[in-house]
């Protein structure tokens, strides 16, 4: 396969369409932050190419057993409130009832371990094994030389050339290298129509200083591709308009900026002011655009035959001393929105999850074997995850079943999803992830938050540390004091970059501590990279007598942002 320069992957990703604020600091800047990682880097040295691996045995076998019937309760669940710290209000929220599609409505579940009889033992048994003997084998040159080859192609290649491959095929040309697959709007240059966005990431797993950067790409039927004129052709206008149309739609917003539209190209006077011109802005409109103007534009749903693809990768660093996405990927996620459900009948299937919940009752799911795991609120989600030798196979279906939880009923989510409510509003977001120069934006109607604190400032307020099992030293060093309150000044002024990406030092810690769990293939045991065993997490939970949070302590939270107008 062809090799391509180390050197063009992070020029590429460095680039940024947007303006940056004088007071940001510049990438170099915001490189080598301490004396610390000038020394690490000095020792590493980076390669001129990127490998690719070899494709491995694509479908695991099938255990007759299985370990974890509640591998839908995430490890996170089973964290020590220690009377005051929260940081479940992320996952488990209520709102106005029929507000939103959304009727799960289970912040109770801040203050109770509502668990069933199987889930009151903490199966994530990977948390409080010591991982530092396996860590000290790996030297930091592996860790550069792993993280920088490419498992994502050879696994597209795979997939093509498996005769009986009965699943989808996520493939976006050169994804492996970031930022350089998409245009400067987020669309994808192969033409396969996927467009990438600019979100920021939820607190606070898919921090990189917990041990992961990620991507996440949205596409859209063909006919939401197509312009209202005559020959409806593919038009790049018309898919934007709709993408924008879908992001007022999921945020609930009433208007939203856009990339320069010519209504010309539309055959279609978006704003109904009588002329046909190009514009920046538009209002929420009944339906959507052009050959899908049959569509009814449905607060917080997708449409039918929506797709994501999410790319969960190590925490990558370049030559400079830059933390971003390299190319070796942890796991691809694809889910695809193949059937509708409104929100009448979406109401009846959040109430017999709540019934069964209320029953102890273990969750069922449908496998459907290459196609993925049907989570019955009408996604099909697949997903691919390193094998030992580093290979992107096919999870098995108890490895499917840790993300079915999150994607299924919680809360907070909206119609099952998380990265697109979280995006850059409007024309700035339309660019692949960068969180250099990005505002620490507030959540949408704050409850509490009158000094529209930022988010990871008050989440880190909240919590009690950086994730949330308050085990990442190095937030608490640099952000907190030492009698564990938030050290706001060290905080203020700093984006998001500064706040949540790890020293090179603790990056290649973190992705050794992965690489361990990779070697062992234990999965089913948990996927956090903890630098030690977790020492604030219950290994049983005992309804009678396991402490539980004040309900004074629950937090209202939305997993929207309120961007300023610029968005950066």
């Not at 063009?8 to 932050?33: G, K, M, Y």
């Not at 610390?36 to 490998?51: E, G, H, M, N, W």
């Not at 498996?162 to 040309?173: A, F, L, R, V």
């Not at 607190?203 to 996440?216: A, E």
Request: one cysteine or more; a negative charge.
């Amino acid at each position: 396969m062809k090799h391509i320069s180390l050197l063009i992957l992070f020029v590429l990703a460095a680039c940024d369409s947007h303006t940056q604020d004088n007071a940001i600091p510049t990438r170099q800047e915001q490189s080598l932050s301490s004396s610390t990682d000038t020394s690490v880097l000095k020792q590493l040295s980076f390669p001129k190419t990127i490998a690719t691996v070899t494709p491995g045995i694509l479908r695991p076998p099938q255990s007759d057993e299985l370990y974890n019937a509640e591998a839908v309760i995430p490890p996170q669940c089973y964290t020590k409130h220690e009377g005051q710290y929260n940081p479940c209000m992320t996952c488990h929220q209520s709102y106005p009832y029929r507000s939103r599609a959304n009727t799960m409505n289970d912040s109770n579940l801040q203050s109770v371990y509502a668990f069933s009889d199987l889930g009151l033992n903490n199966h994530w048994q990977n948390l409080f094994e010591d991982r530092r003997p396996k860590m000290a084998e790996i030297s930091d040159q592996q860790v550069i030389d792993y993280i920088y080859t490419d498992n994502y192609s050879p696994l597209i290649q795979q997939l093509k050339d498996t005769p009986d491959w009965q699943g989808p095929i996520p493939e976006i040309k050169n994804l492996h290298l970031g930022a350089a697959a998409f245009d400067e709007q987020g669309i994808a240059k192969d033409g396969s129509q996927w467009v990438a966005f600019n979100y920021k990431p939820l607190p606070s797993t898919f921090w990189p200083t917990n041990g992961s950067t990620d991507d996440v790409m949205v596409r859209l039927p063909t006919k939401f591709q197509q312009s209202a004129c005559e020959s409806s052709p593919v038009s790049r206008a018309a898919y934007l308009t709709n993408l924008s149309i879908l992001e007022m739609a999921i945020k609930d917003l009433s208007e939203i900026s856009v990339p320069d539209i010519d209504e010309n190209t539309l055959c279609q006077d978006l704003n109904q002011d009588g002329q046909m011109t190009v514009i920046q802005t538009i209002t929420r409109p009944s339906h959507y655009i052009g050959g899908a103007a049959d569509e009814t534009v449905n607060p917080m749903l997708y449409p039918l035959g929506s797709e994501f693809l999410h790319s969960v990768r190590y925490v990558g660093m370049d030559k400079a001393g830059t933390i971003g996405l390299p190319p070796r990927m942890k796991e691809l996620r694809y889910m695809r929105k193949f059937s509708y459900y409104d929100p009448n009948n979406l109401v009846s299937k959040y109430g017999n999850e709540y019934q069964e919940k209320v029953e102890g009752l273990l969750p069922q799911f449908i496998h459907r074997g290459d196609q993925g795991t049907d989570n019955s609120f009408g996604w099909m989600l697949l997903g691919f995850i390193e094998n030992k030798q580093g290979q992107l196979r096919k999870q098995s279906d108890e490895e499917q079943l840790f993300c079915m939880g999150c994607h299924t009923t919680i809360g907070s989510t909206i119609d099952q999803t998380f990265a697109f409510a979280r995006k850059v509003t409007g024309a700035a977001g339309w660019s692949y992830i960068d969180l250099i120069g990005m505002t620490d934006a507030p959540n949408v109607n704050a409850a509490g938050n009158t000094n529209s604190e930022g988010e990871i400032s008050h989440y880190l307020r909240t919590v009690g540390g950086g994730n949330e099992f308050r085990e990442n030293e190095e937030i608490r060093q640099r952000f907190f004091h030492t009698d564990g309150s938030l050290n706001t000044q060290a905080i203020q002024g700093l984006d998001v970059y500064q706040l949540i990406t790890p020293s090179l030092r603790r990056a290649l810690d973190l992705n050794k501590a992965y690489m361990t769990i990779v070697a062992d293939q234990d999965f089913i045991h948990g996927r956090d990279a903890n630098l030690k065993p977790v020492s604030n997490v219950h290994q049983d939970i005992d309804p009678e007598s396991t402490p539980v949070l004040p309900s004074d302590k629950t937090v209202q939270w939305d997993i929207r942002l309120q961007w300023p107008t610029q968005g950066k």
